[in-house]
T-cell receptor
Framework: GESVGLHLPTLSVQEGDNSIINCAYS??????FIWYKQESGKGPQFIID?????DKRQGQRVTVLLNKTVKHLSLQIAATQPGDSAVYFC???????????FGTGTRLTVIP | GAVVSQHPSWVICKSGTSVKIECRSL??????MFWYRQFPKQSLMLMAT?????????EQGVEKDKFLINHASLTLSTLTVTSAHPEDSSFYIC????????????FGSGTQLSVL
C-alpha cells in the first residue's frame, strides 16, 4: 500500500484549546481523503471527508485542510474536549481504485 | 448512519485452532467489504477485499490460505484465521461502503484475537 503507519506520534492539549493533527500522504493520484477517529478497542469512526478539488471543509468543531502541493492534510478540532481523546487517522482513496489506505495516525490526549 | 456489525469482539484461542470472524452490514447491502489488521499502536493495514459471489482480493504479503474470506451474501463476509499462531494475535476490523464506491466507509467494532 501507499501510506503505512509504523508508530503513533502523540499530541497532548489542554481542554478547551484547539488541536491540529497533521497527515502526509504519498500518492499524488489520491483524490478523496477522510479523517477517522478510533477509540481504544473500537473500529474507526468517520469524522469528515474532503475531495481533492477543495482545500478546506468545515464540520461541527472540525475543519479539514488539504494542501495538494505538498501532499499534506490536517484536521483542526476547536475547543478540544476530553471526549476527543483518541487516535486519529487520515485515509486516502484514488478514484477507480478499490482500496482505502490509512496514514500513520496520531494519538490525541486531552488534559482536563 | 449505516451500521456494520462485527462478531465476536474478543477471541482467545489455543495455537493451531481456526477462528471465524463475521462482518455484517445491518441496514444496507454491501457487494464489497474490506478486512484490516491492526497491531498495537499502529495504523490499519488492508489485508483483503471481500467480493460477494467471487473470490477475495488479497494484498501483497497476505496469505490467502491462512486468511480465508467468504462473502456469501450481500450482508455477510467472514474471515477465518486458519491454524492460528501467536503471531496472528491482532485487532481485526472489517468495513463496508454504503455506496458503490469505498467512500462513506463504515467500520465494524473490531475483533481482538489473542492466540495462546
Amino acid at each position: 500500500g501507499e501510506s503505512v503507519g509504523l508508530h503513533l506520534p502523540t499530541l497532548s492539549v489542554q481542554e478547551g484549546d484547539n488541536s491540529i493533527i497533521n497527515c502526509a500522504y504519498s500518492n499524488s493520484a489520491s483524490d478523496y481523503f477522510i479523517w477517522y477517529k478510533q477509540e481504544s478497542g473500537k473500529g474507526p469512526q468517520f469524522i469528515i471527508d474532503i475531495r481533492s478539488n477543495m482545500d478546506k471543509r468545515q464540520g461541527q468543531r472540525v475543519t479539514v485542510l488539504l494542501n495538494k502541493t505538498v501532499k499534506h492534510l490536517s484536521l483542526q478540532i476547536a475547543a478540544t474536549q476530553p471526549g476527543d481523546s483518541a487516535v486519529y487517522f487520515c485515509a486516502e482513496i484514488t478514484s477507480g481504485a478499490n482500496n482505502l489506505f490509512f496514514g500513520t495516525g496520531t494519538r490525541l490526549t486531552v488534559i482536563p | 448512519g449505516a451500521v456494520v456489525s462485527q462478531h465476536p469482539s474478543w477471541v482467545i484461542c489455543k495455537s493451531g485452532t481456526s477462528v471465524k470472524i463475521e462482518c455484517r452490514s445491518l441496514d444496507f447491502q454491501a457487494t464489497t467489504m474490506f478486512w484490516y489488521r491492526q497491531f498495537p499502536k499502529q495504523s490499519l493495514m488492508l489485508m483483503a477485499t471481500s467480493n460477494e459471489g467471487s473470490k477475495a482480493t488479497y494484498e501483497q504479503g497476505v496469505e490467502k490460505d491462512k486468511f480465508l474470506i467468504n462473502h456469501a451474501s450481500l450482508t455477510l463476509s467472514t474471515l477465518t484465521v486458519t491454524s492460528a499462531h501467536p503471531e496472528d494475535s491482532s485487532f481485526y476490523i472489517c468495513s463496508a461502503p454504503t455506496t458503490g464506491t469505498n467512500e462513506k466507509l463504515f467500520f465494524g467494532s473490531g475483533t481482538q484475537l489473542s492466540v495462546l
